[in-house]
T-cell receptor
Framework: AQSVAQPEDQVNVAEGNPLTVKCTYS??????LFWYVQYPNRGLQFLLK??????LVKGSYGFEAEFNKSQTSFHLKKPSALVSDSALYFC??????????????FGAGTRLFVKA | EAQVTQNPRYLITVTGKKLTVTCSQN?????MSWYRQDPGLGLRQIYY???????DKGDVPEGYKVSRKEKRNFPLILESPSPNQTSLYFC??????????FGSGTRLTVV
């Protein structure tokens, strides 16, 4: 069965410093990996995805993520954090489901606080 | 504007009174899904659909039903709601291999 782990409930970082939000996954085949962000009182927004190809993928708002197959990880990164990046971040993995479809499983979420 | 529309945004109901949360997308996406969000548990998948008349259970399907009679619509039905179904619900759609577009969410309270 597929699973996603976000080992940190909360990450604190100072504005201007690099940030990393961690994600590890488990799937039976090749994964589709995603990051989403949820701002306070707003819906969920897609940030970036990894399907195949280059292990470093770039997404919205200056975020990027590194796929590491040997460590089954897909950590979210940003070189310089902004206060406005403070939000709840979700990692997700898509694997093949029951009727030939694709279940998408989300992690429990990591809350990012960026201090000015 | 490309979007997923959920209704209602807020709903308070009583135990046992059947309700339907509607979801519609205007992007011709094949893949649609329902999630519930609870504190500390992240998003848990209730049901998903790969195409018209093709649905499958997610991780927490008990107490819910769905249908996919048209490509654009994917309603979530609670035949007999219970207080443990109090939650924030999200509908989402995507094409294969793409990220989800989410609806704005439905906050359901069952008393």
């Amino acid at each position: 069965a597929q699973s996603v782990a976000q080992p940190e409930d909360q990450v604190n970082v100072a504005e201007g410093n690099p940030l990393t939000v961690k994600c590890t996954y488990s799937v039976s085949g090749n994964p589709y990996l995603f990051w989403y962000v949820q701002y306070p009182n707003r819906g969920l927004q897609f940030l970036l995805k990894y399907i195949t190809g280059d292990n470093l993928v770039k997404g919205s708002y200056g975020f990027e993520a590194e796929f590491n197959k040997s460590q089954t990880s897909f950590h979210l990164k940003k070189p310089s954090a902004l206060v406005s990046d403070s939000a709840l971040y979700f990692c997700a993995v898509r694997d093949r489901g029951g009727t030939g479809g694709f279940k998408t499983i989300f992690g429990a979420g990591t809350r990012l606080f960026v201090k000015a | 504007e490309a979007q997923v529309t959920q209704n209602p945004r807020y709903l308070i109901t009583v135990t046992g009174k059947k309700l339907t949360v509607t979801c519609s997308q205007n992007m011709n996406h094949e893949y649609m899904s329902w999630y519930r969000q609870d504190p500390g548990l992240g998003l848990r998948q209730i049901y998903y659909s790969m195409n018209v008349e093709v649905t499958d259970k997610g991780d927490v399907p008990e107490g819910y039903k769905v249908s996919r009679k048209e490509k654009r619509n994917f309603p979530l039905i609670l035949e007999s709601p219970s207080p443990n179904q109090t939650s924030l619900y999200f509908c989402a759609s995507s094409q294969h291999g793409e990220g989800y577009t989410f609806g704005s969410g439905t906050r359901l309270t069952v008393v």
